[in-house]
């Protein structure tokens, strides 16, 4: 198979043999490269934009804030002020002279009229470069304003999306252990690394509350500050999703001792041992909840079955690519389309560890390319040379996708149908196979292709 | 979601609410990519490029390609031109575009990155191959907006492609505003149509609308030509249209070429499109053919039919001031009362120009219109002075969804709809595109909103 690979990028993509294979990874991009990668600023924007009664104060020009708008379907179920577009809107003057002064006001406005919880201040390139101190206006509004006033250190040249997560975390921690811990129940979990996309964090909470298991704080799906301050008051912390919030998890294990438990919400077999998994750390106080969770379990899984075993028949042997921004959530979606009959022939991310790439090595059948911050070109390149029916990605690219003829499923932070829990389950076997069935395909001069291809082969044979 | 917007207005200065623009980086790569064969290069973070290249994806429903510098901490504090230079070194080797549109971003422009000399020794030593281009312009993110983006990469297009040619030719260039390929083409086929030769830059037709082919072309087929932007410093006239996006070309191909140029609006509505029209006839000497003549009729046909549903409607509208503009003349002509005009672009002559168009159609009605303005500011004005119709981009849902009007999408970004990559508004025939959106949209409410036993007449 002959790709177009950068010569500099060839240790970043490998063909699975044994499963043992590694991928070089964390590395920057290649300049040049036309990188499907985004920033640090953009990392911390979507870990924290989900707090609903927090303002999110955008400090830079207005570019960074215009983008971010909106663009995760997180949903509150109470106040919306995450949903709006805060920016310092910095012109040239405040280049040459400096943003504090613009920034204060700011805050000074949007406190008084908002009144929010909180106040997360970004800070993007540009603050980073003509110096602002953040922290110490930050400071100042706090003490004037009486509410946290969270400088997020997010410069976007300081890496990729990863480093972001961190200054999320970092930002979070600070209210961590503000709340009194007050009335919360002996089995309690936070709930981390889930951001609500199509209100996916209440399926959640609702198999938790069958378990008996109350949740403390969503962080930050529907998130609420308040519920953050007292969240160290739980005995435990889920993880989902790789780089995200696992670093706030490791700062609560270090500071207030509480375990913390990885997690995945996607699939069929990761939802149920996620669950299982919680049973089976509460069992010592609560007798019963190992029998809930299983009961829990079976019936959902009657609920989504029989229509899943039909769907299955329909997919069977279709080859899928998953290209996403976190390895943790292709650990799933691989088990995910082995469930429906589908094989993955290429997986990839944009910020995967080596110990995901490891993972990923282990659990993918012989032949799987697995790539590390790949780029259109490549990512055509396996789309054609594979043979794949459907893939799995982000806004950018789904039009490469349609382009070559092939179904999309949209596994992203755009995504409107809820993909999680066994309901989810349900949701994307039904996505999955509407996309590759629909009848429109047929117009595709590729399938069109491929179908000449087969007929001709036929009459040859 | 917009419940969070008080009644009263409130004086701001410090911030901007739900904006209503975004920063030049975008312009830059929008222009870009209507050359044939260039890769938009992002001189800058990755995440700007990466922002860019999603948001004109949501738009256009297409692949849109772009290159970053990647900038790290240590280009931000050492300077950006190793990054540059390894940059077009990967994008030869790799890419092969024909050639690359570099524009810088905040964060470089700050640092003050010397584009200019960089590309000059990537030239020398051979980084850049022979027969390939690298051009550039500076797009300071904290200056004007996405328009003034755009405005600098075509200006950059003529400084660094256009050649002087004196020999006497009769042919016009066409320097399009920031508009849809759709808007492009529909130019095009007029131009076409009255027989005009032109050159027109930039093309995003055939490069942001292209048809399924199963092939995935990272440089589709459309664009304009480097050999023909090259030939712009011979014509004899630059129609720029649009003052914001197009102006700063002209100005180039003047001071370049000694192109003299003119600018026009953008051919929205009626009389944008009579002045385009008339502008080419002129220039060239060229009857108007029967087949534009038959579409303006139709057009106003349109008009004069549904004028009871149009005529004294409110409308609020924002967006770019180079479309903005004629639509609200458009408008206008058809009888309805722009209410709220508003751009996110900054600059005072987008209400000089509001102020004597109103005036020319004999308005003394009272109306609000602001530059460097965002939508929380507009959503106030409207919970003030309540329209019947809202006309501008997708993030105008929220305000109509709750003030619950009417609403026509225009502009850019339209998120959230498909359609006008393909359906112009630009031209007679985009004219009644547009307006028989805006008809339908008003009789859709009606409808629904009128009780079964008094519904519509069938025929209007």
């Not at chain 1, 949209?410 to 009848?439: C, Q, W, Y």
Request: proline share 5%; with cysteine.
């Amino acid at each position: 198979m002959t790709l177009s690979i950068l010569k500099e990028r060839k240790d970043q993509v490998v063909e699975r043999i044994n499963g043992n294979e590694t991928v070089s990874c964390s590395r920057e991009s290649l300049a040049g490269a036309v990188s499907q990668r985004a920033c640090v600023f953009c990392g911390s924007r979507v870990v924290l934009y989900p707090i609903a009664d927090a303002l999110h104060l955008i400090h830079g020009p207005i570019g960074c804030a215009a983008y971010t708008w909106d663009i995760r379907g997180a949903l509150s179920s109470g106040p919306e002020l995450h949903r709006l577009s805060f920016s310092t809107d910095l012109r040239e003057r405040d280049i040459i002279f400096g943003g504090e002064k613009k920034l204060e006001a700011a805050l000074d406005e949007l406190i008084t009229r908002h009144n929010p919880k909180a106040a997360f201040v970004y800070s993007t390139c540009i603050v980073g470069i003509i110096g602002d101190d953040l922290g110490a206006v930050c400071r100042k509004m706090t003490e004037l304003k009486k509410i946290p006033v969270i400088p997020v250190q997010s410069e976007g040249f300081k890496g990729s999306k990863r480093e972001g997560y961190f200054a999320a975390c970092k930002a979070m921690f600070t209210l961590v252990g503000t709340g009194k811990p007050e009335n919360i129940s002996p089995v309690s979990v936070n709930i981390l690394g889930d951001f609500n996309l199509a209100g996916e964090i209440w399926i959640i909470r609702d198999y938790l509350k069958k378990m008996g298991v109350e949740v403390v704080a969503n962080i930050t799906g529907d998130g609420r500050v308040d519920d953050i301050r007292r969240c160290h008051g739980a005995a435990l912390n889920l993880v989902q999703c790789s780089g995200a919030t696992l670093d706030l998890a490791k700062m609560m294990k270090e500071k207030f001792n509480i375990p913390f438990l990885r997690v995945s919400y996607l699939g069929i077999e990761d939802m149920a041992e996620s669950l299982y998994i919680v049973a089976d750390h509460f069992s010592h106080i609560d007798k019963d909840i190992e029998e809930k969770t299983r009961q829990l379990v079976k019936t959902e899984l009657e609920q989504i079955m029989p229509e899943i075993k039909k769907i299955r028949e329909e997919l069977n042997g279709k080859k899928a690519a998953i290209y996403v921004g976190g390895a943790f959530k292709a650990f799933s979606l691989v088990k995910a389309f082995r469930r429906i009959g589908m094989s993955v022939v290429l997986v990839g991310s944009q910020t995967g560890t080596d110990e995901d790439y490891r993972e990923l090595a282990k659990i993918t059948d012989p032949g799987t390319v697995i790539v590390d911050d790949s780029n259109p070109r490549e990512l055509s390149d396996f789309i054609v040379k594979k043979g794949v029916d459907v893939f799995v990605g982000g806004v950018k690219e789904r039009p490469i996708a349609y382009k070559l003829g092939v179904a999309f499923c949209d596994h992203n932070h755009e995504r409107k149908i809820a993909l999680e829990g066994f309901t989810g389950m349900l949701n994307f076997a039904r996505e999955i196979h509407n996309s590759v069935t629909s009848p429109v395909w047929k117009f595709h001069p590729a399938r069109l292709s491929r179908v000449e291809e087969k007929s001709s082969e036929v009459c040859c044979g | 979601m917009l419940h969070h917007t008080p009644d009263e207005i409130s004086e701001r200065h410090a911030l901007k609410v739900n904006p209503a623009k975004t920063c030049q980086p975008i312009g830059a790569m929008y222009a870009a990519l209507g050359v044939h064969g260039c890769l938009p290069h992002s001189h800058g973070s990755q995440g700007c490029c990466s922002y860019h290249r999603s948001h004109l994806t949501r738009h256009y429903k297409e692949p849109v390609m772009a290159s970053t510098s990647s900038f790290t901490e240590g280009a931000s504090v050492f300077g950006g031109g190793p990054n540059l230079r390894q940059s077009l070194k990967t994008i030869f080797q790799v890419y092969n575009p024909d050639i690359v549109a570099v524009h810088t971003t905040c964060l470089s422009e700050t640092i003050g990155d010397d584009l200019p000399s960089i590309i000059k020794s990537a030239v020398e030593d051979k980084t850049v191959p022979e027969g390939k281009h690298v051009i550039h312009c500076n797009t300071p993110s904290y200056v004007g907006s996405h328009v003034t983006g755009y405005s600098n990469m075509a200006a950059g297009i003529v400084k660094c492609l256009c050649e002087k040619d004196e020999t006497e030719s009769k042919r016009i260039n066409v320097i399009p505003g920031f508009t849809d390929p759709s808007d492009m083409r529909k130019i095009k086929g007029m131009l076409k149509e009255m027989k005009a030769d032109f050159i027109m830059f930039p093309d995003t037709s055939g490069v942001l609308d292209t048809p399924q082919t199963a092939e995935y072309k990272m440089y589709p087929d459309g664009g304009a030509k480097i050999s023909d932007i090259m030939r712009a410093g011979g014509s004899s006239l630059s129609l720029c249209l649009g003052k914001w996006s197009s102006e700063a070309a002209g100005v180039e191909l003047e001071k370049k070429c000694s192109v003299p140029f003119r600018v026009l609006d953008l051919p929205i509505g009626v009389l944008a499109t009579d002045r385009f029209v008339e502008a080419v006839s002129q220039e060239l000497g060229l009857p108007v053919p029967k087949s534009i003549r038959d579409e303006r009729g139709k057009l106003v046909d349109m008009l004069t039919d549904y004028q009871q549903y149009l005529y004294k409607k409110k409308v609020a509208i924002f967006g770019d001031p180079d479309t903005v503009i004629p639509m609200t003349e458009f408008l206008l002509s058809a009888g309805m009362m722009p209410k709220h005009i508003i751009t996110g672009t900054p600059g005072k002559a987008f209400e000089k120009r509001i102020d004597s168009m109103m005036k020319e159609h004999g308005h003394d009605y009272e109306y609000n219109c602001s530059n460097s303005a965002d939508l929380f500011y507009l959503h106030q004005l409207i919970k003030k002075e309540p329209v019947d119709l809202l006309i501008g981009n997708t993030y105008g849902k929220y305000i109509a969804a709750e003030e619950n009007i009417p609403f026509v999408r225009f502009g850019f970004p339209i998120l959230d709809r498909v359609g006008h990559s393909h359906f112009p508004k630009a031209g007679y025939m985009g004219g009644m595109h547009f307006i028989s959106g805006v008809i339908n949209t008003l009789l859709d409410k009606m409808d629904r909103e009128t009780p079964e036993d008094m519904t519509m007449e069938l025929v209007a």
